[in-house]
């Protein structure tokens, strides 16, 4: 099979995997909501961050340079897998006597519990994750649609069990760890590689030199992503971290899910081709331009009738998070944009670059905080915009410097393409105040297709426009 014929198939089967499991697990969300408060969902937001740390470190970013490595062995392999589980089970047991820390700090007893459970995550995904990034680096995205499918289904399920019966905040975190137990087990039945004892200090040095930068990059964007929950958990109140949280999933549901279909296949198929500058360079800029005509429109026509769409879906109660939502739109529409200019590094092997890189945005990040904690919690929401702007700027800068893409040629392109999309949301926005107040569904659904039929008529007179380009590559799938 070519490589572009692998791509494309690797872009479907992920896609199809993303948006089944992604989709599922928010209808369920969305039950959820309706059956429990926004405290509820604020209680989990709270300890999102030391769940989102804990996972960080289990993989300790080896499955990465695994990914990235031209030929593993049994031993690659295997020295990752002790790894990872020698390194689950020690973040579990800091978490575990940490929990009362955590819950004291929240005050929060109901905590202790949840986090004591919830941690079991960390062994869950180390015991799976060698299987993993076996069938991301071979691109076999439809065996991982088949392991995710019924996982999520059995997940969503106990979920929404629970969550009917009155389980509150219990049936989130059963819903996750259920699918993530469900999902562990048939990557074993599914994956013909088992560890063996085999344990190599040369090739754990290989994979660590790479993967500690990564370590720590990761580490220092996911304690700064979720530093929001933490402040508005902290200072705020948990009914307003659950509007936040909310807000945020609304928003990842769109912008996560394109980003982590073509980030999947983008990072394996990128590195598969490293050693061709031209044909990297091109596959890029495609990638970039392609991906930003997609995401773009959908954030901000999605913010664009977000307050008849929250009322129709998620009801009266959870109105105050339309305006996060709306916010922070802005800066999840640059999500796939990031994944890619970083992907670049990693294919490269500038694990260092990376790290710097961390280091530079979260300084700027610092900063923002403290100076929009003054105005509020939407002054924390507007930074977090500020910064996802100022951070892809840096990003693109040093992603520049080794593909032939100049950051200028890279604004421009995706300048024009976010012109069209200010003007689409706008005359979305302008139909659903003309449309009758109590029509909700006539508002979400005219409005949609109005903004469709004229994003795309706008883009089909424009000869220079993604829309070309996307026809263009999908026409010449099979070659």
């Keep these: 099979m070519s490589l572009k014929k692998q791509t494309f198939s690797g872009v479907f089967w992920t896609f199809v995997d993303t948006f089944l499991v992604r989709g599922l697990t928010f209808l369920a969300m969305v039950l959820l909501a309706r059956w429990l408060g926004p405290k509820d969902f604020g209680l989990v937001g709270m300890i999102a961050v030391f769940i989102a740390i804990g996972t960080t470190l289990t993989d300790s970013g080896l499955t990465n340079s695994l990914i990235r490595t031209k030929d593993p062995d049994q031993g690659d392999y295997s020295t990752v897998f002790y790894v990872n589980i020698v390194m689950s089970c020690s973040v579990y047991t800091i978490i575990y006597f940490s929990a009362p820390g955590i819950a004291h700090f929240f005050d929060q007893k109901v905590l202790i519990d949840i986090i004591r459970v919830y941690s079991l995550l960390f062994i869950v995904l180390a015991f799976s994750a060698v299987q993993l990034a076996i069938f991301t680096r071979d691109m076999e995205f439809k065996t991982i649609t088949k392991v995710n499918t019924p996982s999520t289904i059995i997940g969503v399920s106990?979920?929404?069990?629970?969550?009917?019966?009155?389980?509150?905040?219990?049936?989130?975190?059963?819903?996750?760890?259920?699918?993530?137990?469900?999902?562990?087990?048939?990557?074993?039945?599914?994956?013909?590689?088992?560890?063996?004892?085999?344990?190599?200090?040369?090739?754990?040095?290989?994979?660590?030199?790479?993967?500690?930068?990564?370590?720590?990059?990761?580490?220092?964007?996911?304690?700064?992503?979720?530093?929001?929950?933490?402040?508005?958990?902290?200072?705020?109140?948990?009914?307003?971290?659950?509007?936040?949280?909310r807000a945020k999933q609304f928003g990842e549901y769109p912008s996560s899910t394109l980003t982590n279909v073509l980030s999947k296949v983008s990072y394996p198929m990128l590195s598969k081709i490293q050693d061709d500058s031209k044909r990297l360079e091109t596959s890029y800029k495609?990638?970039?331009?392609?991906?930003?005509?997609?995401?773009?429109?959908?954030?901000?026509?999605?913010?664009?009738?977000?307050?008849?769409?929250?009322?129709?879906?998620?009801?009266?109660?959870?109105?105050?998070?339309?305006?996060?939502?709306q916010i922070l739109s802005l800066a999840m529409m640059l999500y796939p944009i990031h994944a890619f200019n970083l992907n670049i590094l990693k294919v490269y092997g500038r694990?260092?670059?990376?790290?710097?890189?961390?280091?530079?945005?979260?300084?700027?990040?610092?900063?923002?905080?403290?100076?929009?904690?003054?105005?509020?919690?939407?002054?924390?929401?507007?930074?977090?915009?500020?910064?996802?702007?100022?951070s892809l700027g840096i990003n693109m800068f040093y992603s520049s410097r080794l593909i032939n893409y100049p950051v200028f040629v890279q604004l421009k392109d995706l300048g024009q393409i976010f012109i069209t999309t200010i003007l689409t949301a706008l005359a979305m926005y302008s139909l659903t105040v003309l449309l009758p107040k109590e029509q909700l569904e006539l508002q979400v659904v005219l409005a949609s297709i109005f903004g469709a039929l004229l994003y795309i008529c706008i883009n089909y007179v424009n000869k220079k426009s993604p829309l070309h380009e996307a026809v263009s590559l999908y026409k010449t799938r099979n070659q």
């Design 286 to 325: 495609k990638l970039i331009r392609v991906s930003f005509f997609v995401i773009a429109p959908l954030m901000l026509g999605t913010a664009a009738v977000a307050k008849p769409l929250f009322l129709l879906v998620l009801g009266q109660e959870w109105l105050p998070a339309v305006v996060f939502f």
């Design 158 to 245: 106990i979920g929404l069990y629970l969550g009917y019966n009155g389980y509150g905040v219990w049936s989130i975190v059963w819903m996750y760890l259920s699918t993530q137990l469900v999902k562990a087990a048939l990557l074993w039945l599914f994956s013909s590689w088992k560890p063996k004892l085999l344990f190599s200090k040369e090739k754990f040095i290989y994979h660590y030199n790479f993967g500690y930068k990564l370590l720590l990059s990761a580490l220092i964007d996911t304690i700064f992503k979720n530093s929001y929950n933490i402040l508005i958990g902290k200072y705020f109140s948990a009914q307003t971290l659950g509007f936040y949280e």
């Design 351 to 390: 694990s260092d670059l990376f790290l710097k890189l961390e280091i530079i945005k979260k300084s700027i990040i610092t900063v923002s905080i403290i100076v929009a904690f003054q105005f509020g919690v939407l002054g924390l929401v507007w930074s977090s915009v500020f910064t996802s702007f100022a």
